[in-house]
Structures are given as structure tokens and as C-alpha cells.
């Protein structure tokens, strides 16, 4: 499985802005799908995450009510729209596939939030 990011950018506080990533390869094993973000000089965190199947999701607290992941099986990608963009929301975004035996990322799309 190889995976691609886009829609990263400078976005003012308060504003938007919607990520993808697409995945290509053996995209029938994948099993769940995620969002982390790594600022600088802080741990990488999951930002949310979505199953296959169901398309459970589950979100870190930081990002309830304002990100909402999601996934288009057919086209084999997956989205964050980011609202209420704040600066504290800066960070490299990395999307990860993982499924039986393996974990695939991203290479990151940068998010840059001025206040």
C-alpha cells in the first residue's frame, strides 16, 4: 500500500482546510485508516481514525466538533476537513493504513495555522 497527502497549506485562525490522502496498491487489506500530527518538538498524536468496514471513527478530544474524517472506498482515499482552524492545529499531518500485519504512512502535509 503507498499513500499520498495533499491539501495542506497557511490557512488564518478560524479558517479551513480539507486533506486527502489516496491510497493505492493493496488497498482491499487495509482494515483502518488514521490521521496523526506531529508539531515540532512534540510527540506525533492520532488526530482520528476510521475503520473500512463500518467507518467507525473515533477522534482525539483536541479536534471533536471541528475535524471530521471520512473515506470514499471507491476512490480509495480518505479526508480531514478541518474547521476552527487554530495555530495550536499546526503540524506536519500524516496519514496511516494499517491492516493485517503491516502500517503504511504517508509522507506528510504540512498545516500552518497564523493566529
Known amino acids: 500500500v503507498q499513500l499520498v497527502e495533499s491539501g495542506g497549506g497557511l490557512v488564518q485562525a478560524g479558517g479551513s482546510l480539507r486533506l486527502s490522502c489516496a491510497a493505492s496498491g493493496s488497498t482491499f487489506s487495509i482494515a483502518i485508516m488514521g490521521w496523526y500530527r506531529q508539531a515540532p518538538g512534540k510527540q506525533r498524536e492520532l488526530v482520528a481514525s476510521?475503520?473500512?468496514?463500518?467507518?467507525?471513527?473515533n477522534y482525539a478530544d483536541s479536534v471533536k466538533g471541528r475535524f471530521t474524517i471520512s473515506r470514499d472506498n471507491a476512490e480509495n482515499t480518505m479526508y480531514l476537513q478541518m474547521n476552527s482552524l487554530q495555530p495550536e492545529d499546526t503540524a506536519v499531518y500524516l496519514c496511516l493504513a494499517a491492516g493485517a500485519g503491516f502500517g503504511t504512512w504517508g509522507q506528510g502535509t504540512q498545516v500552518i495555522v497564523s493566529s
Open positions: 476510521i475503520t473500512s468496514g463500518g467507518g467507525i471513527t
